[in-house]
């Protein structure tokens, strides 16, 4: 019998992004970008193994090597099916639940993954997540994670076959830009309240473009002299004391 206790975190990344290729090996302040999400998701409680899920593309080969010298799993699926990519990853596996972090959130919080993780732990969810203003908990965009169960994967992997939904796994629980709940399977789902501390959902702290990789350049540069393990409480406050708006409270 599976235990309702045994996670993985899946990290997702590839070399060719469409809109900023190659941004999951850019520098922050000496190291690649993905580096620099496992050295944080590695604090993280609770979960027993990490995997770099990438595809079979010979650019790709880079994040294998990454995997191998961080000493975490690497694994090699489909390039556009991501959910065909997380079940192949984990299907021989004695996996209970799934985290899935994309590669290009690089200031995970380790304390807000482990409030997610006991929240979902005490709950018969199918999905929860804190990964933004999921359900408006509140939350920033970027230092929380998603977290579903094996067996909602599988569900979806035999009887979802429309592209978008093989591609964006959350899609198949709820579509957080319509904000609304995926009726298909009808997962039972939920979240956090955000600590009021951090509560900015119109905050975003993950890369898209070049430009918000020099964004997170900046918070990477200011807090590693001085703190290697920052929180996300402490970039909340570099923030606005740095670009403060009225209109974000």
């Not at 596996?93 to 807000?112: G, Y």
């Not at 591609?167 to 609304?180: R, S, T, V």
Request: hydrophobic share 35%.
């Amino acid at each position: 019998m599976i235990s309702k206790n045994h996670l993985v975190l899946i990290i997702q990344a590839r070399m060719n992004s469409k809109r900023f290729p190659n941004k999951v090996i850019s520098d922050l302040s000496g190291t690649p970008l993905i580096e620099r999400i496992l050295q944080r998701v590695k604090k993280v409680k609770k979960i027993e193994k990490i995997i770099i899920a990438t595809t079979k593309r010979k650019e790709d080969d880079i994040l294998v090597e990454i995997a191998k010298s961080n000493k975490v799993e690497a694994f090699r699926g489909s390039e556009n099916d991501l959910v065909d990519r997380y079940y192949q990853a984990v299907k021989d596996k004695n996996f209970s639940h799934i985290l899935r972090v994309p590669a290009d959130n690089p200031i995970p919080d380790p304390s807000e993954y482990n409030r997610l993780i006991n929240y979902h732990l005490k709950t018969d969810n199918d999905f929860s997540s804190n990964i933004c203003n999921f359900m408006r908990n509140g939350y920033p965009d970027g230092f929380g994670v998603e977290i579903f169960t094996v067996n909602s994967l599988k569900k979806i992997w035999k009887n979802e076959k429309r592209k978008k939904f093989r591609e964006h796994i959350a899609l198949n629980f709820y579509d957080y830009k319509k904000d609304k709940k995926n009726l298909k399977f009808n997962f039972k789902i939920g979240t956090v309240k955000c600590p009021k501390k951090i509560s900015r959902p119109k905050l975003v702290f993950e890369v898209n473009y070049y430009k918000d990789y020099l964004f997170i350049k900046q918070i990477y540069e200011y807090f590693l002299p001085q703190k290697k393990f920052f929180t996300a409480t402490d970039v909340v406050k570099w923030y606005e004391k740095k670009y403060y708006r009225k209109e974000l409270n």
